[in-house]
């Protein structure tokens, strides 16, 4: 089973490492459609360094998730987030995480007040 690396993004191009795949089938994948111009270059040993240039049209208010995968198995995925529609997803995700910090603290208080009775 192959291994993904992830090394970051720089300069518009997201890199990464594939670790344990003799022959990699790697296709990268946003919204369902393969992304172009990605490479894969063999550095020996198992290990294949990939390069995703993100395309200019991915670049829009939000979150774009590209999925990465080794011919029908999923390695990792990356996602970019920009513009306005960003500001109102990472509201939302720490609502939602407010929300169940405040579940387990009733319910380890609720807990503490059981156990000490």
């Known amino acids: 089973m192959a291994q993904l690396i992830r090394e970051g993004l720089r300069a ?3 890199h990464g490492m594939v670790l344990g ?5 790697i296709e990268v994948l946003l919204n369902g459609a393969p992304v172009p111009e990605v490479t894969v270059a063999d550095e020996g040993d198992g290990r294949h360094r990939l390069s995703v240039p993100i395309p ?3 670049l829009e208010d939000g979150l774009q998730t590209f999925v990465i995968r ?3 198995e999923v390695l990792g995925h990356f ?6 529609g960003m500001e109102a997803d990472l509201r939302a995700e720490i609502d939602l995480l407010r ?3 405040e ?4 319910a380890f208080r609720r807990h ?3 156990t000490s009775a």
């Open 12 to 14: 518009g191009v997201w």
């Open 21 to 25: 795949a003799a022959e990699p089938r």
């Open 56 to 58: 200019a049209e991915a």
């Open 70 to 72: 080794d011919g029908e």
């Open 79 to 84: 996602t970019i987030g920009a513009g306005e």
């Open 99 to 101: 929300a169940e910090l």
């Open 103 to 106: 579940l387990l603290k009733r």
């Open 112 to 114: 503490c007040t059981e």
